[in-house]
């Protein structure tokens, strides 16, 4: 029992010890954490960040039409697309812009864009988005909606996402910002084949949607 005792006294110190260390380290990687969110806290009350707001001003569709034995689609798509920079004191990077449009589910074109700085509250229209070629439609229930919507005033229902990589500015540094995904989900009326003129009403502007 004697021996016991001694021994477990002088294991003492050595426990002290290391409960010491442990509790220092938690110590200070508490501080830290509390820190960080003290300073995101206060990065965010300064700079306040509002999400980009992306629009589709303009589209001319100057060909969409479908060959009925090959289903082989031939389109002829512009856009005119605008990105708003809501910031009051961040400015935004867009690097690697890329724009690819679908048409039932399907992607059928795909463009590269240049990229886009903007300062705290500058609006730009983006040179325009152009998608031309053709490409093949998979599946009869594809054919079938286009088809229909031939017959229906020849208004095309036709999703160009776009996608980039972020930076932001903040007074003079540039770090790295979430990536975007932009979704633009449009209705288009093809032009009038006889005069190739667009219709009166042919598109209105729509909101995209931004997430990340």
């Known amino acids: 029992m004697g021996r016991k005792a001694m021994s477990s006294v002088a294991c003492c110190p050595c426990r002290c010890i290391f409960c010491g260390l442990v509790s220092c380290v938690v110590s200070v990687v508490a501080c830290v954490f509390v820190a960080a969110g003290l300073a995101v806290v206060a990065l965010y009350l300064v700079f306040r960040p509002h999400v980009m707001r992306v629009s589709a001003d303009g589209a001319d569709l100057g060909n969409f039409t479908l060959e009925p034995r090959t289903w082989i689609l031939h389109y002829n798509l512009s856009l005119d697309i605008h990105f708003r920079n809501p910031n009051k004191r961040i400015g935004i990077q867009y690097e690697r812009l890329h724009a690819q449009a679908f048409y039932q ?7 590269d864009l240049p990229d886009l700085f903007q300062d705290s509250g500058d609006a730009t229209l983006l040179p325009p988005v152009v998608f031309f070629g053709q490409a093949p439609l998979q599946g009869g229930v594809a054919a079938a909606a286009f088809r229909r919507e031939a017959g229906d005033n020849a208004t095309f229902s036709i999703d160009v996402k776009l996608d980039a990589r972020m930076k932001l ?12 995904r932009i979704d633009c989900q449009l209705r288009i009326r093809r032009r009038k084949r006889a005069t190739f003129q667009l219709r009166p009403g042919s598109f209105s502007p729509t909101q995209c949607k931004v997430w990340f």
Request: aromatic content about 6%; glycine content about 10%; proline content about 16%.
């Open 105 to 111: 589910g399907q992607r059928i074109a795909h463009a």
């Open 169 to 180: 500015k903040l007074w003079l540094i540039r770090v790295p910002g979430p990536n975007p």
